[in-house]
């Protein structure tokens, strides 16, 4: 009922900047949050960055290079990656926190995620 489709990964130099995006789609109610982790190889799955209400939220290791943010008319969530970094590299997925016109409940929806390389 609901999908989350990611764009916007890539190949990208160090130093350099990608910008991804998630749109929600389907018959959705409300959106709690959006926002964004992502996974390394061998790696467990950590929190890259997540808006709700217009609150951002970083982890540790994104503070101060990349940025998070949303149109809430087009149920869409950005995340603009500035300076990045070899260790930046990972799948990264969108994850959503949805309601949908049918349950009026909250679940959480994750995208099919998007490849961000970062290497010279």
């Known amino acids: 009922q609901v999908q989350l489709v990611e764009s916007g990964g890539g190949l990208v130099q160090p130093g350099g900047s990608l910008r991804l995006s998630c749109a929600a789609s389907?018959?959705?109610?409300?959106?709690?949050?959006m926002g964004w982790y992502r996974q390394a190889p061998g790696k467990q799955r950590e929190l890259v960055a997540r808006?709700?209400?217009?609150?951002?939220n970083y982890g540790d290791s994104v503070k101060g290079r990349f940025t998070v943010s949303s149109d809430n008319a087009k149920n869409t969530v950005y995340l603009q990656m500035n300076s990045l970094k070899p260790e930046d590299t990972a799948v990264y997925y969108c994850?959503?926190?949805?309601?949908?016109?049918?349950?009026?409940?909250?679940?959480?929806?994750w995208g099919q995620g998007t490849q961000v390389t970062v290497s010279s």
């Open positions: 808006i709700s209400g217009g609150s951002p």
């Open positions: 389907g018959r959705i109610f409300s959106i709690n949050a």
């Open positions: 994850n959503a926190d949805i309601s949908t016109i049918a349950t009026r409940r909250f679940y959480d929806y």
